[in-house]
């Protein structure tokens, strides 16, 4: 990942909010056009009458397309003889709201396409369905040969269904297991509910357009709405009636309450984008300006709102970096100018992340802030080294200890008596210019220097590094993993299998040495 640059704290002009440097959004380049074609009432042209085309018929039946599918009847196959018995599915039955399927107990020909929005087929032989996609493309239809991607001028990707929200994977046909596997995902994100609540969304919509006005006043409803769709349960009459009830609010009164800006403080977790989570990667989608760490990753930032502005404020130890006050300014500037302000904080905003600072200049504004948990660093450390940090055997306590003051050394009020017990986990976070004096003060203290202890740099991340070993070695263990990089440090007995296993490999790479 590349450098990015740190913020020197500068005079702004009137109307400029930060000095700070934004990083631009850019579109890559697309294998194809995602884009949504409504067939209700429209002609489709199909071939075929293999499983694979009644996988494509049921999909354009339900998009309300008036399906004419060309095959001879003794080439049908069990799955479309399903799908042609299901009550509906004949025009002279047929629910309004779906699509419908015509019969016709012939083989396709060329004079099938006229008035055709779209054209599909289900082919043996290739070249049968070039000769298809030939006839098609020459009476100006799109068309789609199953499993010939060379004939397909588009095709049919994994679906989400929460109609009407509907959501398309494509892989442009190289991977149609991966979509599925991506369909998946996104099931486990978007409630059933969704739908019902995209159905209200619709009704409100006209009054939403009509009584309020664009930018501030619209997103402050529509992101107030959104937060409640995505619940597991239905909207009912309430829900609406209090939807209805915020657009009137919103159009009596000036920018105030849930039109005004607003403040998120989110945990972004350890690194990786998946240990997000689903509450802030919605606050993240939904933010106008995004202040991130310095240990923020790339991955994470992908998941934001494209249009959403992103400063870098980070503030690492030992160099020169944005001070907390220019944060805070920047944040309440973001905020009274209307902005959903995302502070974006590696772990959780609530562990060593000056949280409290942060949340008492907001509430001084009386700018409304929200906090969204993360995973915090010593959860990552856990499970990378496949730990409990809190065995029973092992661990009664587990704490939580800042590596470093605001003088730059270990804080002076720690009690090193307390932190020197044999029955307890403790992880200092930002510990590793220290680890030499920690190590000192707890054999000091009373602490074996034989206390297993577990280092690690970049948790969850691809260039993550760690190592065990004991306490009378952590100054030489974090020397090797680089005292630059932002460390973090476990002492304990819950360690002690990380530390054998360190100690073995060291003899094996001794015995190695020695015999070569």
């Not at 009847?73 to 002279?92: C, K, Q, V």
């Not at 209307?338 to 000056?354: C, E, I, M, T, Y």
Request: hydrophobic letters at 45%; glycine letters at 10%.
């Amino acid at each position: 990942m590349a450098e990015r640059p740190h913020i020197e704290p500068v005079e702004t002009p009137a109307g400029d909010l930060t000095g700070a440097p934004e990083r631009p959004a850019r579109m890559g380049p697309l294998a194809s056009l995602p884009v949504f074609f409504g067939l209700s009432g429209r002609r489709v042209v199909m071939a075929g009458g293999g499983p694979g085309a009644a996988w494509k018929a049921e999909l354009l039946r339900a998009a309300g397309a008036r399906i004419d599918l060309y095959t001879p009847a003794d080439e049908i196959d069990p799955e479309m003889a399903e799908l042609l018995a299901i009550p509906g599915s004949n025009p002279d039955e047929a629910d309004a709201s779906i699509g419908t399927i015509v019969h016709h107990d012939r083989p396709w020909s060329i004079d099938i396409f006229d008035h055709a929005a779209l054209a599909v087929a289900d082919t043996e032989s290739a070249q049968e369905g070039q000769a298809f996609a030939c006839a098609a493309r020459a009476a100006g239809v799109p068309v789609n040969v199953v499993d010939k991607p060379a004939f397909c001028d588009f095709n049919f990707g994994s679906i989400v269904n929460r109609s009407p929200v509907v959501v398309g994977i494509s892989t442009d046909g190289a991977a149609p297991i991966v979509g599925q596997a991506i369909r998946r995902r996104i099931e486990t994100l978007l409630p059933p509910a969704l739908a019902g609540w995209a159905q209200l969304a619709a009704r409100l919509r006209g009054a939403a357009m009509e009584k309020l006005a664009p930018g501030p006043l619209r997103r402050a409803f529509w992101e107030r709405f959104a937060d409640a769709a995505f619940t597991p349960r239905d909207p009912g009459p309430i829900d609406e009636a209090t939807a209805n009830r915020l657009i009137e609010e919103l159009a009596r009164g000036p920018l105030s309450g849930e039109a005004a800006g607003r403040v998120t403080l989110v945990g972004a977790g350890p690194g990786e984008a998946e240990l997000l989570t689903l509450k802030a990667v919605r606050a993240l989608q939904s933010a106008d300006v995004i202040l991130f760490d310095d240990l923020i990753s790339d991955a994470v930032l992908e998941l934001a709102r494209r249009e959403a502005r992103r400063f870098l404020v980070g503030k690492r130890a030992a160099r020169d970096s944005c001070r907390q006050e220019d944060i805070n300014r920047m944040m309440v500037a973001f905020a009274k100018a209307g902005k959903h302000v995302v502070r974006l904080k590696s772990g959780d905003v609530s562990v060593f992340g000056r949280a409290g600072e942060e949340i008492a200049a907001l509430a001084q504004e009386n700018i409304p802030v929200a906090i969204v948990p993360g995973i915090t660093a010593a959860s990552a450390l856990a499970a990378s080294f496949g730990v409990s940090l809190t065995h029973r055997d092992r661990a009664q306590q587990l704490r939580f200890v800042t590596g470093h003051s605001r003088k730059g050394g270990l804080p002076d009020d720690l009690d090193w008596a307390a932190l020197a017990d044999d029955h307890v986990t403790t992880v200092f976070y930002m510990g590793g210019r220290m680890a030499g004096r920690i190590a000192e003060q707890l054999i000091a203290h009373g602490l074996s220097p034989q206390t297993p202890v577990a280092v690690a740099a970049n948790l969850s991340r691809d260039d993550e590094t760690r190592g065990a070993g004991t306490l009378a070695g952590l100054a030489a263990l974090v020397g090797e993993i680089g005292y630059e990089r932002p460390i973090l440090i476990g002492v304990g007995r819950v360690f002690a299998e990380a530390a054998a296993a360190a100690e073995h490999l060291t003899e094996d790479a001794v015995a190695a040495a020695e015999a070569s």
